[in-house]
């Protein structure tokens, strides 16, 4: 008589690691377990690496639209382009970061952690200075505009911030310097044009980045 056992015992096996390995593709679609290889193509590599957000292990897609060939540019005479990464608001006399900390890393970034993003700038004078700093609230409020419309989509959603093009692909979220109870502090939304509060230190940084403000003498404005 054949023994007909361990076949059996085997196709067992055979059938659960097989199970096993469709839910582990399943569960974690961008790990090793997928068996996703690196493309060779070194263009291909870039195209990848410019879709995905390696902070949370590849698995959360970039929150803005792809970054567009020509420079940032408006027709707003309220704003004037430095050419040297900051742009001037002529109504506030106040100089801004142009690319926020998103569009410069990739990353998102908590309240803590953006105090060392200030003292890289300040100490590499960015910009030709090196007084940046959060804005606060109403800084930032100052820059929400309902007549602009830029793309920000985030995984299936697709959204509008209300700021001027001259910022290019903006994030959509803010910290400000102004702090709260606790482990809080506040951001701006430019979705809807409102601040909320948010922890400093949370894991998931709170979807939140910088764009750095500085303070101008009255004389650099009129210089320009």
């Given at each position: 008589m054949v023994e007909i056992r361990p076949v059996r015992r085997l196709n067992l096996h055979l059938t659960l690691k097989t199970v096993v390995l469709t839910i582990a593709v399943a569960v974690f679609p961008f790990s090793g377990l997928a068996g996703e290889?690196?493309?060779?193509?070194?263009?291909?590599?870039?195209?990848?690496?410019?879709?995905?957000?390696?902070?949370?292990?590849?698995?959360?897609?970039?929150?803005?639209?792809?970054?567009?060939?020509?420079?940032?540019?408006?027709?707003?005479?309220?704003?004037?382009?430095?050419?040297?990464?900051?742009?001037?608001?002529?109504?506030?006399?106040?100089?801004?970061?142009?690319?926020?900390s998103y569009q410069t890393r990739k990353q998102w970034i908590n309240w803590h952690k953006a105090q060392d993003y200030l003292r890289e700038l300040n100490e590499a004078k960015f910009g030709g200075a090196s007084n940046w700093r959060l804005p606060t609230r109403k800084e930032l409020a100052a820059l929400f505009d309902?007549?602009?419309?830029?793309?920000w989509?985030?995984?299936?959603?697709?959204n509008e911030l209300h700021i001027d093009p001259i910022f290019g692909k903006s994030h959509c979220c803010y910290w400000s310097s102004e702090e709260a109870k606790g482990d809080m502090a506040w951001g701006y939304n430019y979705i809807r044009g409102k601040a909320y509060l948010s922890m400093k230190g949370g894991i998931q940084h709170s979807l939140s980045v910088i764009r750095a403000v500085r303070d101008n003498e009255d004389s650099e404005v009129a210089e320009k």
């Open positions: 290889t690196i493309p060779d193509n070194p263009a291909a590599q870039q195209a990848k690496e410019d879709k995905t957000d390696y902070e949370f292990g590849g698995q959360i897609l970039t929150l803005t639209e792809p970054k567009a060939d020509a420079a940032p540019t408006s027709d707003n005479p309220r704003f004037r382009d430095n050419k040297n990464g900051t742009v001037t608001d002529l109504e506030t006399n106040l100089t801004w970061v142009q690319i926020d309902e007549k602009q419309s830029i793309p989509n985030y995984y299936w959603t697709k």
